[in-house]
C-alpha cells in the first residue's frame, strides 16, 4: 500500500521560508513522478511543482518559479518542496502525489487525475 506524508506547513510572515517534505512508504520515489499542488478556501487544487523519474524534468508553476525547488532524497525516498519569499497568496493545503504510472511528464499541462497516491496535506498559512 502506497502511503505519503507530508509534513512542515506551518504559519510564517511574508517574506519567509518553509520547507515541506513527503515521506514514502510503499513505493521508491526514483520510479515515479512526484508532484506537489495547493488548494486554497474556494479553490480547485493546482498544480505547483513537479519532479519526474529523471531529475532532469522538473515543473514549477509560473506564480512560484523563482521562490520554490523541490529535490528528491532517494535514500530517505522523500521529495522536498523548498518554498522562499512566500507571499499571502502561497495560503493553501499543500498535497504531494505520486504517478501511478511512473511515465508522467512533468509539466504545465499534468492535472490530478495524472495522480493517483495522495498525502493527507499539510497547511501553509501565510501572514502579510
Known amino acids: 500500500e502506497v502511503q505519503l506524508v507530508e509534513s512542515g506547513g506551518g504559519l510564517v510572515q511574508a517574506g519567509g521560508s518553509l520547507r515541506l517534505s513527503c515521506a514514502a512508504s510503499?513505493?521508491?520515489?526514483?520510479?515515479?513522478?512526484i508532484g506537489w499542488f495547493r488548494q486554497a478556501p474556494g479553490k480547485e487544487r493546482e498544480g505547483v511543482s513537479c519532479?519526474?523519474?529523471?531529475?532532469?524534468?522538473?515543473y514549477y508553476a509560473d506564480s512560484v518559479k523563482g521562490r520554490f525547488t523541490i529535490s528528491r532524497d532517494s535514500v530517505g525516498n522523500t521529495v522536498y518542496l523548498q518554498m522562499n519569499n512566500l507571499v499571502p497568496d502561497d495560503t493553501a493545503v499543500y498535497y504531494c502525489?505520486?504517478?501511478?504510472?511512473?511515465?508522467?511528464?512533468?509539466?504545465?499541462?499534468?492535472?490530478?487525475?495524472?495522480?493517483?497516491?495522495w498525502g493527507q496535506g499539510t497547511q501553509v498559512t501565510v501572514s502579510s
Open positions: 502525489a505520486a504517478d501511478p504510472t511512473g511515465f508522467l511528464y512533468c509539466s504545465a499541462d499534468m492535472g490530478v487525475a495524472d495522480f493517483d497516491a
Open positions: 519532479i519526474g523519474r529523471s531529475d532532469g524534468n522538473i
Open positions: 510503499g513505493i521508491t520515489f526514483d520510479d515515479y513522478a
